[in-house]
């Protein structure tokens, strides 16, 4: 559901500032001093990897460990990238479900791998996520470079940042996951 939005929110957004209707909606509602309008156009990043999906283990955290111990173990998770792994976790489950819609399938697929810890080459990684993880993330700075460069935005680069902070980082996970936790991918040797 969270990759769904974010499609849906930068295809709305990149239509609004390719044909303009952003730019007549934002002075329409500057015009009627319609505030309501502005803030529901602005409040996209609270519903992604931002602020509403954290919160609930945070709270978890807080219940079973307490408060000072529940924010170390948060600050020790981002330490050790563990929204990385998650966003790019969150577009293998998507992918795979779409998938399934669309073609019907339902079963258990073997990895084919046992429980050993082996570092996969470059050319494989690329392989294995190329349709599911890099065409989409692509996509995603496609559309996030098209909405900067043709959007309408009196705000300025705040307002951009503030709306497109979730989805850049979910797209430069699904691009650079993969060779962040196997960085022996990268050795010319093997």
Excluded: D
């Excluded at 969150?90 to 399934?100: A, D, E, I, K, Q």
């Amino acid at each position: 559901l969270t990759v769904l939005t974010m499609y849906a929110f930068l295809y709305g957004k990149t239509y609004l500032a390719l044909s303009g209707v952003g730019e007549t909606i934002e002075e329409r509602a500057k015009i009627t001093t319609n505030i309501a309008l502005s803030a529901a156009l602005s409040t996209q990043f609270l519903f992604q990897i931002g602020i509403f999906t954290s919160v609930p283990m945070v709270l978890g955290f807080i219940l079973e460990q307490g408060f000072l111990r529940a924010v170390v173990n948060f600050v020790t998770m981002q330490f050790q990238l563990c929204t990385v792994f998650l966003a790019f976790s969150l577009g293998t489950r998507t992918h795979y479900f779409g998938r399934t819609i669309l073609h019907g399938v339902a079963r258990y697929q073997a990895t084919g791998r046992g429980f050993l810890v082996c570092h996969i080459k470059f050319s494989e990684n690329y392989r294995l996520y190329s349709r599911s993880h890099f065409v989409k993330g692509f996509e995603v700075v496609i559309l996030l470079i098209v909405s900067l460069a043709y959007g309408y935005n009196e705000c300025g680069a705040t307002s951009y940042i503030l709306l497109s902070i979730s989805s850049w980082f979910m797209a430069l996970s699904w691009l650079f996951a993969p060779y962040l936790f196997n960085p022996y991918g990268f050795e010319w040797q093997k």
